[in-house]
């Protein structure tokens, strides 16, 4: 196993390194004038005696993570549920894989799920892209989470690749903590949550050369997130519109910081958090595969299963798809009243983009339609 000192560069802070830290952090003014967004109300004297003498990874999550997760479920949702906490134990480490929406909140929020029901918090997976300024990095890492580096030269991504696995796996089987990390690189942008298989066969660079038992002792926890509403569904599209016009396009780091902002303050209705059951006992067809790639796919095609049959589909998702096929089959899922609302919700988003951006509404509706097609065809 690769040892400690190589995840230097990706890993979180301990204990001991996190009162410095934080002393660094109160250096930056750029930090400083985000403590009043988490801390509104307060003065600059007092945020600063507040931050300053906490130590510990749980001092974070009493005095940062908790208060403000609790303001921003308060202020920008109609509460979040959980289904599913049964089939973990708190005496075992997951890896929690789950679907991506929300840049912020996907893995806060399960870390808020899992105190709540006394079960550790687990270390969070970060890409590197959304670090756009160094202040950023040590902030994350003081949250447990280590750091996915996509931004590195091709030549180094394998040696990145190889580094990432040995921590996930070593943070599992060793330290024993769980871990969050989105089955895809970046946010779907479609409501077509996938796995990609670059991020399997990234898992499976360390253990052994059985496939089985990699997976097997990762002990995968398909996640299904489901927001009612997706307050960057708008900027999602247009991102998409600009990739498909230009295929080098690429979001600026204000792109990014807009982004994070969005997420956090928008609406977002109800939130579910599903978890579906570790995958160990689905896991023995590997053994029925010769070939790695096909050993992949399959279980690529079986967490998607996992996470669009346990995905929470809201009216909002059962009006887009009687909408998008011109049919009323989901029309006992809502009333006319919700539909009405989620027509003047979707107006309402478009209306937000800038003229020159601006696109048809079908493309908005898909989205939230999207859902309803993937858990219908694995229910067949």
Known sequence: MTPETNFDDIRPYNNKEIHGAIKQLLKEPQFIKFTHFLYPGLNERVIRWKLKNIRSTMGIHKR???????????????????????????????????????????SLLLNHLLVQHRFKTVEIAIGDNLLVYPWIANLVKLNKSF?????????????????????????????????????????????????????????????????YENFEFLNIVPLSI???????????ITENIAKKNDPNHKKTPQDDLASMYQDISG?????????????????????TIENKN??????????????????????ANYIAYDLLNKTD????????????????????????????????????????????????IHNK
Not at 71 to 100: A, M, P, Q, R, V
Not at 172 to 192: L, Y
Not at 304 to 311: M, S
């Open 267 to 287: 609406y977002k209705g109800r939130i579910h958090f599903s978890i579906g059951k570790p995958m160990s006992n689905k896991l023995e067809v590997l053994n």
């Open 64 to 106: 940062v993570v908790t208060p403000t997760i609790t303001d921003i479920i308060d202020k920008t949702t109609k509460g979040i549920t959980c289904s599913g906490i049964e089939n973990i134990k708190k005496h075992k480490n997951y890896l929690f894989l789950s679907n991506h929406r929300n840049i912020i909140l996907d």
């Open 329 to 376: 089959e989901h029309k006992d899922k809502y009333s006319q009243e919700e539909k009405e609302g989620f027509l003047n919700y979707l107006k309402k988003q478009i209306d937000n983009i800038p003229v020159e951006k601006r696109f048809n509404i079908d493309l908005l509706i898909n989205m939230y339609a999207q859902p309803v097609f993937n858990k219908t």
């Open 147 to 211: 750091i996915v580096k996509r931004s590195v030269p091709v030549k180094q991504t394998l040696t990145a690749s190889k580094q990432l696995s040995a921590y996930i796996r070593k943070t599992i089987t060793e330290k024993k903590s769980s871990i969050w990390i989105a089955q895809r690189e970046g946010r779907t942008k479609d409501g077509d949550d996938k796995t990609q298989t670059s991020l399997l066969k990234m898992l499976n660079m360390s253990g052994s050369d059985n496939p």
């Open 294 to 315: 096909d050993q992949i796919r399959t279980l690529t095609t079986l967490i998607d299963k996992e996470i669009h049959t346990n995905y929470k589909l809201w009216p």
């Open 226 to 236: 489901s927001y009612e509403y997706d307050p960057c569904d708008a900027l999602k």
